[in-house]
């Protein structure tokens, strides 16, 4: 009987993480350089503390423009010195990404499978969770990654 493929056998184990201290703008690099979505937030001891994505960072800046725009009228009457208009200005935009940290907007609470979940197994998990991506975690420390880009791969391979 052959043997089910596992999370080991699929997973990217090269990952990148970014820590709890670092800026939206140094996370947002970081997604761009290495041409990723998502990745772990792993604390000075090598511990996973959360999980920060794309989405993430979105939501963060549409937080920040809500704020902004149900205060902005208000404060520019009242005011002498009022808050910069933070509705459409990139530069603006980057500023405030670099004011606030991963820790403020990342998601703590992180799925994690072991390397020897089968794919069935991550599947699910990524079913059931509403995720893109699952963490692979070994003897305590993070080891790989699986997101749905590697199930399509396995798909591909067997059926294409």
């Known amino acids: ?3 089910s493929m596992t999370a ?3 997973m990217t184990d090269s990952v990148v993480s970014i820590g709890p201290d670092s800026s939206l703008r140094e996370a947002l690099a970081v997604f761009v350089s290495e041409n990723i979505h998502g990745a772990p937030v792993v604390d000075d001891e090598g511990q996973l503390a959360g999980v920060i994505t794309t989405s993430d960072l979105l939501r ?5 423009r809500d704020t902004a725009l149900a205060t902005i009228d208000y404060l520019r009457d009242v005011l002498e010195f009022s808050p910069p208009d933070w509705t459409g200005d990139v530069s603006e935009f980057q500023d405030r990404l670099g004011v606030r940290t991963v820790a403020e907007v990342m ?6 499978v072991t390397p020897e979940a089968t794919v069935a197994d991550v599947a699910r998990c990524l079913r059931e ?5 699952v963490w692979v975690k070994g003897n305590g420390r993070l080891c790989g990654v699986v997101s749905t880009l ?3 791969q396995v798909i591909e391979k067997e059926y294409g």
């Open 60 to 64: 963060a800046q549409e937080d920040d």
């Open 1 to 3: 009987m052959a043997r």
């Open 129 to 133: 969770n509403q995720i893109h991506r």
């Open 107 to 112: 998601t703590k609470t992180v799925v994690t």
């Open 8 to 10: 080991r056998d699929i």
């Open 150 to 152: 590697d199930l399509m």
